[in-house]
């Protein structure tokens, strides 16, 4: 099963926009551009895993790398807060967990 990249940085999106609440409109275009990179990003992993070129624990360890990115791009957000950057990171790769999850075969989110 190949990973759906635009389905992905939907859901992530979507769930996103639930998470941050009344702080959506500070995090929305920065967003966009990170979920884009994020389910690229997982594409890839998941890419790599099936080629043989990546272990589980390589593509979990990648994974979680690739997350914090996000974070830490979405923490530096002037009037956001840690808080809800992480809520919101969190939520969006929770949605996007089954999708994932299901294209490599094991639990990566």
């Known amino acids: 099963m190949k990973l759906d990249i ?5 859901v992530m999106l979507d769930a996103a926009r639930v998470a941050a609440d ?3 409109p500070v995090l929305e275009s920065l967003a966009e551009m990170q979920f884009s ?3 690229t990003a997982l594409y890839e992993i998941q890419r790599l895993y099936a080629a043989g ?3 589980r624990r390589s593509a979990q360890e990648l994974a979680i790398a690739e997350q914090n990115v996000v974070r830490g791009v979405f923490a ?3 009037g956001l807060g840690t ?3 992480a809520v ?3 939520a ?3 949605a996007a967990a089954a999708e994932v999850n299901a294209a490599i075969g094991f639990k990566l989110l």
Do not use: E, F
């Open 92 to 94: 969006a790769t929770h």
């Open 22 to 24: 009344d702080r959506w």
């Open 88 to 90: 919101a990171t969190r």
């Open 76 to 78: 530096g957000i002037r």
């Open 37 to 39: 990179k994020l389910s």
């Open 6 to 10: 635009k389905a992905v940085r939907k």
């Open 53 to 55: 070129r990546l272990d």
């Open 83 to 85: 808080l809800t950057a």
